[in-house]
């Protein structure tokens, strides 16, 4: 008696194979549903990225560069005048205005777009990235 016992109470504590594979098609559907939005996480966060540099990042080295310049980088020299001297100001120029000596990329590996007088922003300047696409569209972040 006592062996049926212990038989039927193992039998009880164990797992059958079809709650075993039960248990695995529910993982795996999570796991399919996860992987799925994983896309949608990182596109949100290199927006995000994006619009914080162009709204935020740059402003200080822009800033630093007008009070030594007298004003904004024009079009033409562009942001590259925050890591080089313009060829027809350079006296005057105490950079590079950004870390590391070189342009940041936005998060799609393309180089952020700067126009001043600015078209958006005419009191200042206008600094964008042309998003994930890489096209001037309606999907561009700006700091407007």
Known sequence: MNKKIHSRLRRLAAFTALEILVVLAIIG???AVGVTQLDKIFSDSQENVAALFVNESIKTPLMNYRIH???YPSTEDGLEALVRAPS???DRWRGPYLQGGRLPLDPWG???QYRYPGTRNQDG???WSLGPDGADN???IGNW
């Open 125 to 127: 300047y206008d600094v």
């Open 29 to 31: 559907m999570l796991i």
């Open 110 to 112: 393309n180089p952020y």
């Open 88 to 90: 027809n100001r350079g």
């Open 69 to 71: 310049m007298g004003s």
């Open 138 to 140: 309606d999907n561009v």
